[in-house]
């Protein structure tokens, strides 16, 4: 399976692609920017979130949606 990656770190300026750790998501944008065949790989660390998220989107069988952390 493959997957579009996506990287949100701590220090993301909101202005990122998400393509890389270099030019990361922040959390509200990985939030409103997921959508099927995603993995969106969160840094460790503390994020400040501007509302609560709740899943309002969902991936399929064949292509899912991650999120899973890294250091």
């Known amino acids: 399976m493959a997957f579009t990656e996506r990287y949100v770190t701590t220090s993301a ?3 990122g ?3 890389s750790e270099s030019d990361s998501w922040s959390i509200d944008q990985a939030y409103a920017g997921q959508s099927a065949g995603t993995r969106i ?3 460790s660390g503390t994020y400040n979130i501007a ?3 709740q899943a309002n989107i ?3 069988a064949t292509s899912p949606i991650v999120w899973r952390g890294y250091k």
């Open 13 to 15: 300026t909101g202005f």
């Open 17 to 19: 692609g998400g393509t």
């Open 41 to 43: 790989n969160v840094q």
């Open 51 to 53: 509302s609560t998220l």
């Open 58 to 60: 969902s991936g399929t």
